[in-house]
């Protein structure tokens, strides 16, 4: 197998807009410049981009080389005690997944929701029948975009890397988006050495095949957590909260996987994507 791991920013930095760009149409070929090959188009608070603006960033992107997925917006709960509010996802599910078409994007990342007022269980139950009717809503039409299920960084939030694995048996349209900074914060610190991030990649490879764990579309920041978890988003420069990169670096390499990362450092991300990828071809050649 070979290494082959993608690396790009969510959404557009700071120092793309320092650079003079202001339209995402712009996007692809700034994180091509950069030497990246991977970018994630955010749309957490809602979907407000035209079709057409949303078909020419996707030509952009193949222009370039640049591999694209889709953040589907953040309102989206597929374990809402309201059952208007899980279907009322699988329609914004739809519109995501439309979008992904457009942009050719292979992966749009949703998020689980809340279990705040109730238990795992029922809040996994309800999960359950949004992701059905949203597999059924897929194969009708058509629909080739993997729906990416992510591991959550709040404590009363769905979404351990279990309870995503779990999501994720339902269809084969389903895989998991793995945040490690989330999975990190959720846990006050989990990732210290190259073990701890092959653990992710041997129970992906157990619950759901190997091929998943090979492919696997990832988050990474540094995150700032509390007791409940996630609080917010850092830059490379914390040395404080973590996790660091260079022992997942390792871990990619002597397991040979090929992940996309998307880097959600706030506001640097492009400017991390950058360690990144350079930290990993670096532990390449170190492990040669």
């Known amino acids: 197998m070979s290494n082959n791991a ?14 003079g760009f202001r ?13 990246l090959d991977a970018y994630e188009y955010e749309a957490g608070n809602g979907i407000t981009g035209s079709d057409e603006m949303f078909l020419a960033v996707g030509r952009k992107a193949r222009e370039h080389g640049i591999k694209m997925s889709f953040h589907a917006p953040y309102f989206i709960s597929l374990s809402s005690v309201e059952k208007e509010k899980r279907d009322n996802s699988i329609g914004y599910i739809r519109r995501s997944a439309e979008v992904s078409a457009l942009l050719g994007a292979e992966t749009m990342v949703v998020h689980c929701g809340s279990c705040a007022k109730i238990s795992r269980e029922t809040a996994m139950s309800y999960a359950r029948e949004t992701l059905t009717g949203v597999a059924q809503m897929m194969s009708d039409n058509g629909f080739k975009t993997i729906v990416g299920i992510e591991t959550m960084g709040k404590v009363n939030q769905l979404g351990t ?33 190259s073990d701890d991030y092959k653990y992710v990649f041997d129970r992906i490879s157990q619950k759901l ?21 996630e609080k917010k988003h850092l830059t490379f420069d914390d040395d404080i909260y973590g996790p660091n990169f260079e022992p997942l670096a ?23 994507a950058v360690i990144m990828k350079m ?10």
């Not at 993608?6 to 650079?19: C, E, L, M, Q, V």
């Not at 279990?162 to 610190?189: Q, Y």
């Not at 095949?209 to 978890?229: P, R, V, W």
């Not at 930290?279 to 040669?288: A, L, M, N, S």
């Open 161 to 193: 890397l279990d309870e995503v694995l779990e999501l994720c048996t339902i269809s084969k349209h389903f895989a998991p988006v793995v945040d490690f900074g989330h999975l990190n914060a959720r846990e006050r610190g989990f990732f210290f050495g």
């Open 23 to 35: 339209s995402t149409l712009q996007a692809p070929g700034f994180v091509k410049e950069l030497g």
């Open 279 to 288: 930290t990993y071809e670096r532990e390449k050649i170190r492990q040669k």
């Open 6 to 19: 993608k690396f790009g920013p969510g959404g557009n930095s700071d120092s793309f807009r320092a650079a």
């Open 209 to 229: 095949g190997a091929s998943y764990a090979e492919n696997l579309h990832c988050h990474f920041s540094k995150i700032m957590y509390t007791d409940m978890g």
């Open 250 to 272: 390792e871990a990619m390499v002597s397991l040979g996987v090929s992940p996309t990362i998307i880097c959600e450092s706030a506001g640097t991300q492009s400017d991390d």
